[in-house]
């Protein structure tokens, strides 16, 4: 059984992943850790960005 929880931590870890991705840019702004791969959409510090999510309409 230990041998099977150091496997899957291994594999947890390599796919501990969320990643935080800018929605109009794309770049990667971090990564958090989360059950599994997952992206995550937000706004980057960059102005165009910033503008863009100001400026919605
Ligand atoms: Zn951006």
Redesign the pocket.
């Known amino acids: 059984m230990n041998v099977n929880k150091i496997v899957i931590n291994q594999v947890e870890r390599k796919l501990d992943l969320g990643m935080i991705l800018?929605?109009?840019?794309?770049?990667l702004?971090g990564t958090i850790p989360t059950n599994g791969v997952k992206k995550f959409y937000g706004?980057?510090?960059?102005e165009?960005?910033?503008q863009?999510s100001k400026g919605g309409h």
Do not use: N, R
């Open positions: 800018c929605k109009y840019c794309g770049c702004m706004v980057c510090q960059s165009p960005c910033q863009l």
